[in-house]
């Protein structure tokens, strides 16, 4: 197809569900990709964190290749060796518990929300956050509670009720007898790179601790490395009750996990909760491949010190360029608030060969693969410098 008539048939048979960029991309690799005409992009945003490790890691494409010549697809009633395998490898990397496969965030919160429920036994209210983003699926999207995103689909499913984030006093009064969960991202990525304090998320271990409630981490985004731990909770000394995986699980193809404790693990009894596609041997072969790679390749490691290097580059950014008024992030998970709408200056850089991504109408959002290289980094500063500079004399 020519480009007109890719675009042309985007209009006449694709819902318009997203606002979108007009590249069209066929090649990708690290932190690169290349549009149909050949011209190469930095992608300093993959997937809204799917490419933890790029585009096409070779380790997560040869897991792929293997398994495509021998059996793509096992229905859930039979048994295969690598969704055993990769189960174990998840629950040695975090907690003692036992694994559901989905296939996305939303589906693998929606199945968190339901482990809540059935355990809750008529408790069902769970309590989640003010600028929070937990998927678009209907509970998924209760519990995301923003305005914007529900406008339109009521009636929202009952059982949620947000608080602000970082503030335990809210948390604390918003608790009911009805209360079973508490349900929030540590870093909240669509709200604006959101960081929650260690104190706050030590305060709600404790009070879940007491009233027998759930703590269920959403690391949907923050998951596998971003944060410059396997997964977030880590920086915080906590363990979480529940936590939701996808994104950058699989590598690039389409992969959500549920983990619960041991003391939850059997509450989902057979015929009480499926996914036809969940974890099937393809998926799990990719999973496998990309965490053999973040093992093999020190990706945390790497990480944490690209992670350093890129926050003083955006710390010297911001010192010359009054228009970014705060940087606030974690590991390689970077967000810059301006003064002014982020839009145009997105639009600008990825002109100039830059993807990045703009949240929360005013924050510039940076999550470039976890194994991106220091030269990479110099590039993308020097273009969203170039950027700012010519929109606002910086
Ligand atoms: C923290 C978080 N949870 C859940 C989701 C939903 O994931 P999915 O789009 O795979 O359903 C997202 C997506 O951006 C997310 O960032």
Same mark, same amino acid.
């Given at each position: $197809? ?29 932190? %690169?990709? %290349? ?30 290749? #293997? ?10 009633? +039979?048994?295969?060796?690598?969704? &055993? ?36 036994? *008529?408790? +069902? ?20 509670? /923003?305005?914007?995103? /529900?406008?339109?689909?009521? @009636? ?10 970082? #503030?335990?006093? &809210? ?17 909240? *990525? ?6 929650? #304090?260690? #104190? ?32 977030? +909770? ?11 995986? &996808? ?22 009894? @057979? *015929? ?21 790679? $973040? ?7 790497? !990480? ?16 010359? !360029? @009054? ?25 600008? &850089?990825?002109?100039? *060969?830059?993807?990045?991504? !703009? ?36």
């Amino acid at each position: $197809m020519k480009v007109e008539e890719i675009f042309q048939a985007y209009k006449e048979c694709i819902m318009p569900t997203y606002n979108k960029v007009p590249f069209i991309f066929v090649k990708g690799k690290g932190s %690169w990709l %290349w549009d149909i005409q050949g011209k190469a992009y930095l992608d300093f945003f993959p997937g809204w964190g799917v490419g933890g490790l790029g585009h096409c890691h070779p380790k997560v494409m040869q897991g792929v290749r #293997d398994q495509i010549g021998k059996l793509i697809f096992v229905p859930n009633n +039979y048994y295969h060796p690598f969704q &055993a395998k990769l189960a174990k490898e998840l629950i040695n990397l975090s907690f003692p518990g036992k694994v559901f496969f989905a296939n996305s965030g939303a589906e693998a919160n929606e199945a968190a929300i339901k482990l809540a429920r059935k355990f809750g036994a *008529g408790r +069902y209210e769970i309590i989640t956050f003010e600028n929070a983003f937990h998927g678009r699926t209907m509970a998924a999207l209760a519990a995301t509670g /923003q305005k914007k995103y /529900q406008a339109g689909f009521e @009636p929202i499913p009952e059982g949620f009720k947000q608080v602000k984030f970082n #503030d335990l006093s &809210a948390v604390k009064q918003a608790i009911s007898g009805k209360t079973v969960a508490i349900m929030l991202e540590l870093v909240q *990525g669509e709200g604006g790179v959101n960081v929650a #304090d260690k #104190d706050f998320i030590s305060g709600l271990r404790k009070i879940c601790n007491e009233q027998n409630l759930l703590l269920i981490i959403d690391e949907v985004q923050t998951g596998f490395g971003r944060t410059g731990k396997m997964f977030a +909770y880590q920086n915080y000394g906590i363990i979480p009750d529940i936590m939701t995986l &996808a994104k950058a699980l699989a590598g690039g193809l389409p992969m959500g996990a549920m983990i619960a404790k041991k003391e939850l693990s059997d509450i989902l009894a @057979p *015929g009480m909760h499926a996914s036809t596609f969940g974890g099937g041997p393809v998926v799990c072969r990719a999973a496998l491949g990309a965490l053999n790679a $973040m093992q093999k390749e020190k990706i945390l490691h790497n !990480c944490q010190n690209m992670g350093k290097y890129l926050f003083e580059k955006l710390t010297f950014l911001k010192n010359s !360029c @009054p228009v970014v008024k705060e940087i606030r992030g974690i590991g390689l998970m970077y967000g810059l608030e301006l003064n002014v709408e982020g839009k145009q200056i997105v639009q600008e &850089a990825a002109s100039r *060969g830059l993807l990045i991504n !703009c949240t929360h109408d005013n924050v510039l959002r940076l999550m470039p693969a976890l194994n991106v290289a220091k030269k990479e980094i110099d590039k993308a500063i020097s273009i969203l410098k170039g950027v700012l500079k010519a929109a606002y004399s910086a």
